[in-house]
């Protein structure tokens, strides 16, 4: 009896490290695999360090930074528009012309100003191109959509 017990004893020994030794073999094959795993973390890092910093300016916001260069140079002299910097004092023999920061203008209503040469737009319609023209008074248009007056000048 004993020395059946005794042999199942290390019967059981024998089996205990088997089974033991299985997951053992597992877990070290699983570390040989970790290698592997470096090159994946890498890949994720990236979109992690992502864009912020990089970031550029979107196409709107260049136009719109654009816009306020046209505005300042060839409006802002003559029409105050606070999101320009422009004070819209007018020129030595100029009259100053309305404020934009209560007016709407809309796109239509800059361009036959500026091209109908109404204001003493002549001094500057003739030095922009249409392009700019039409640049600057998309800009007035969006930066005074809010504000609550209607154009005050009625075109025929
Ligand atoms: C030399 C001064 C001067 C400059 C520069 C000038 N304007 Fe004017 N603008 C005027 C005057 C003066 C009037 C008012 C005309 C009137 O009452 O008949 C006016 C009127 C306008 C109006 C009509 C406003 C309303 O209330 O209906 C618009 C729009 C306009 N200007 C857009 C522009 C734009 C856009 C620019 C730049 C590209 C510009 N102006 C540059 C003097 C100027």
């Known amino acids: 009896m004993l020395r059946v017990s005794r042999r199942l004893r290390l019967l059981g020994v024998y089996l205990l490290t088997a089974a033991l030794a299985v997951p ?17 973390t890498t890949t994720v890092k990236k979109p992690a360090v992502k864009k912020p910093v990089v970031r550029k300016p979107t196409a709107q916001q260049k136009f719109m930074i654009e816009g306020r260069k046209l505005y300042k140079e060839y409006c802002g002299k003559c029409h105050a528009l606070k999101v320009a910097n422009s004070a819209g004092f007018g020129g030595p023999t100029t009259e100053p012309g309305p404020s934009f920061n209560d007016v709407r203008v809309n796109y239509r209503r800059s361009i036959n100003a500026v091209v109908e040469s109404i204001g003493g737009h002549e001094t500057i319609s003739k030095k922009m191109t249409f392009k700019e023209i039409e640049d600057v008074s998309r800009y007035t248009a969006i930066v005074t959509k809010k504000n609550p007056l209607p154009g005050t000048v009625a075109y025929g």
């Open 24 to 40: 053992a073999t597992l877990a070290w094959a699983g570390g040989e695999a970790t290698p592997k795993t470096p090159a994946t």
